[in-house]
């Protein structure tokens, strides 16, 4: 019996090493959709999706050899195997080398789709002995380090580059983390406290300096802050049950806001996500509607993305939303279990 796993485990190795695998999008067939659709000039262009281990290629005659082998091989150990999927992303963020970090609350665990290594991997240890429970936000940290917000924990874990917990703060002073921001230019951690009403600021070792805000509707006040986002020497705090979006300075100062309730597309009756790209664009998830958002530095509505529903295009309770080094945008579409990937269009594009 030996002789014959050593075979089939050699067939399988030798089979796999025609090709290393690729990371790719699915969905691309689409990739002629845009925003806004003609005949106005398309500002943003649909790319494809992150959904799972669908979005590792590998090289078909590996696979068809290697892939074959290895689900019989599994199949006779553990049953049919299930795929790994993406099944109630919350938040993310994407490194300079195209590492996508997902944050899942159902599954509990934060993906990283690997496009360097070809490779979908799955951290859900938040310590030696404590798993996540829901992680709704990760953010790059001081030090090379990741940082996830677990509401239920009520901390923030720091994570190495391999997925590695390597400690946690907050947990005397958090009621209900949930967004996440680092200002590497003052070495601060912004971290939305949504059952407290506010925003709590901790320095590179996890001590609170300080509180911003309160329970209220004024300038400054909070009710149900979820997710932040940090650029330009501001901070962006969706401020969700007021239906708004504030903009504070590094002290956290008021400095602006924009948003509204109401039945119309623009406005924003349940904002989560928030993101902000270097040309000063705000996108911001409207939840109960359905809708990416987009506003210009000022806070004035210029296009909206979306609609309830699972196509091209549209979302189910998205939640959200962040960007990368190349202008693309990615929104965490919740109930649909993906991650939609856009590409925004400039002179560059």
């Known amino acids: 019996m030996s002789r014959v796993w050593c075979l089939l485990t050699a067939l399988l190795l ?3 090493a025609s090709a290393p695998p690729t990371l790719n999008l699915v969905g691309q067939v689409d990739r002629a959709v845009a925003w ?3 005949p ?3 500002r943003f262009r649909y790319l494809g999706e992150l959904t799972g281990e669908a979005n590792i290629v590998v090289d078909p005659d590996s696979r068809q050899i290697g892939r074959r082998i290895f689900d019989w091989l ?6 049919r195997r299930q795929p790994v999927v993406l099944q109630r992303p919350q938040g993310g963020y ?3 080398d195209g590492r996508v970090y997902v944050t899942d ?3 509990a ?5 690997d496009k360097p290594a070809g490779a979908l991997r799955v951290w859900d240890m938040a310590g030696p002995n404590t798993r996540f429970v829901t992680p709704v936000a990760i953010s790059p940290g001081p030090d090379n380090s990741l940082l996830v917000s677990d509401a239920e924990l009520g901390y923030i874990v720091r994570l190495n580059t391999e997925g590695m917990p390597e400690g946690h703060f907050g947990q005397d002073v958090l009621k209900r983390p949930t967004g996440l921001a680092y200002d590497a230019g003052t070495d601060q ?3 939305s406290d949504t059952a407290a009403h506010d925003i709590k600021v901790f320095d590179r070792t996890g001590h609170l300096i300080r509180r911003i805000g309160h329970r209220g509707e004024g300038d400054g006040a909070f009710n149900g802050p979820t997710y932040l986002t940090f650029q330009g020497g501001e901070l962006y705090v969706t401020d969700t049950l007021n239906a708004r979006v504030q903009v504070l300075d590094e002290h956290g100062g008021f400095v602006r806001k924009f948003g509204r309730r109401g039945l119309f597309i623009g406005d924003t009756p349940r904002p989560k996500g928030v993101a902000v790209d270097d040309r000063g664009h705000a996108y911001v998830v409207e939840s109960y509607y359905d809708y990416l958002l987009v506003f210009d530095d000022a806070g004035r509505f210029l296009l909206p993305i979306g609609g309830t529903g699972s196509g091209v295009g549209q979302f189910y309770l998205p939640a959200g939303v962040w960007v990368d080094g190349h202008h693309r945008v990615y929104v965490a579409d919740a109930f649909n279990g993906r991650v939609v990937v856009m590409q925004y269009l400039d002179g560059d594009h």
């Open 14 to 16: 030798g089979g796999c």
């Open 105 to 107: 609350v159902s599954r």
């Open 189 to 191: 951690i912004f971290v």
């Open 94 to 96: 994407t490194d300079l």
């Open 36 to 38: 806004p659709g003609p």
């Open 74 to 79: 599994v199949g006779l150990t553990s049953g």
């Open 109 to 113: 665990a934060v993906y990283v789709f």
């Open 40 to 42: 106005e000039q398309a």
